[in-house]
C-alpha cells in the first residue's frame, strides 16, 4: 500500500487551488495507487487561530476511509499542552508546522516549547518548509521567515534536545544535504515532496537513503496543490531496491505516524 505523509485539503486562499471535497481528494490520490493519506487543512495554515478550521477539518473526515487528519498549529497563538492534547483527543495524528504562513521562526523559542509538548504527547511534528514555489507566492509570504540553513539547524537543534519526532516536508534537496549532520542527529525523516528532489537520471531519492538511511526518507505527494504521481514515480524509477522503495512508499510514513 502507498501512504501519502502529507497532502492538503481545502483551497488556498490566495491561488484557489484546492479541493474542499473529501470525496474528490480521495478519487485523486486512489487514481496514483494511495491507499492512505495523513491530510493537513490548508485553512489551518493560513488562519491565525487555526483551531476553528482544525474542528472543521475533523468534520470532514470524520466518515474518510483514507484520509487521516493533522493539524496545523501556531505556537504564536494561544497555543498551551492541553491544546494539543485535545487536538489528539480528535483523532488528529500529527501536528503540522508553517512558519512561512503563521510569521515564526522555526528555531524560536515558541517552536521549541511546542516541540517539547508534542514529545511529551507522542505527537509527530512536521515542518512544513514551503507550499508552493517562492517564485510564484503572493507577496506578503514570499518574504516572510523563509526557512533557510539558519532557521533549520536552529529547528532540528531544539528537535532533538526535545526528544520530539519530527519529519522535513518540502524542504530543498541542498539544504537537507548541507545539514545532514543535523538531520540525522535529530532523527528527522526527510520527504520526497521537493521538486528539487528530482528523479532519474539525477536520483536523489537514492542519495536521500544513502544520506539518512532506508528508514528516514518517505513519500509526500502535497496533493491536490501537486501532482501526486510525479513523487510515486521518483520512488519507483529510482535505483534503489524494492525493499527501500516499499519502507519509502509506505512502511516509512505507517511507523511515523503509528500506523
Not at 19 to 28: D, F, G, H, K, V
Not at 82 to 97: D, H, M
Not at 109 to 126: F, N, Q, S, T
Not at 155 to 175: K, Q
Request: proline share 5%; hydrophobic share 45%; glycine share 10%.
Amino acid at each position: 500500500m502507498i501512504v501519502d505523509a502529507l497532502a492538503f485539503l481545502g483551497v488556498h486562499p490566495l491561488r484557489g487551488s484546492g479541493t474542499e471535497s473529501p470525496s474528490e481528494l480521495e478519487r485523486e490520490l486512489q487514481r496514483a495507487g494511495i491507499g492512505k493519506a495523513y491530510v493537513v487543512g490548508l485553512e489551518s495554515l493560513f488562519r491565525r487561530n487555526p483551531w476553528p478550521a482544525n474542528e472543521l477539518h475533523a468534520r470532514r473526515l470524520a466518515s474518510s476511509r483514507i484520509l487521516t487528519p493533522l493539524a496545523g498549529v501556531n505556537p504564536l497563538y494561544a497555543l498551551d499542552r492541553e491544546q494539543l492534547e485535545r487536538l489528539l483527543e480528535l483523532g488528529f495524528k500529527g501536528l503540522v508546522l508553517a512558519p512561512l504562513y503563521h510569521g515564526f521562526s522555526p528555531r524560536s523559542a515558541a517552536a521549541g516549547r511546542l516541540l517539547k509538548w508534542a514529545a511529551d504527547l507522542g505527537a509527530p511534528v512536521i515542518l512544513l518548509c514551503a507550499l508552493e514555489d517562492l517564485r510564484g507566492a503572493h507577496r506578503a509570504y514570499r518574504f516572510r521567515y523563509k526557512v533557510g540553513e539558519r532557521e533549520l539547524a536552529g529547528f532540528l537543534e531544539r528537535a532533538e534536545r526535545a526528544g520530539a519526532r519530527v519529519m522535513l516536508s518540502h524542504a530543498g534537496f541542498n539544504l537537507v544535504e548541507k545539514l545532514a549532520g543535523a538531520v540525522k542527529a535529530a532523527g528527522a525523516l526527510v520527504d520526497v515532496a521537493s521538486n528539487t528532489v528530482y528523479g532519474p537520471v539525477y536520483d536523489r531519492v537514492r542519495a536521500l537513503v544513502e544520506l539518512f538511511g532506508e528508514d528516514r526518507v518517505v513519500l509526500s505527494t502535497g496533493a491536490p496543490l501537486n501532482y501526486p504521481l510525479v513523487p510515486i514515480f521518483k520512488v519507483l524509477y529510482s535505483s534503489v531496491d524494492w525493499q527501500v522503495k516499499r519502507k519509502v512508499l509506505g512502511f516509512n510514513a505507517l511507523k511515523f505516524y503509528g500506523g
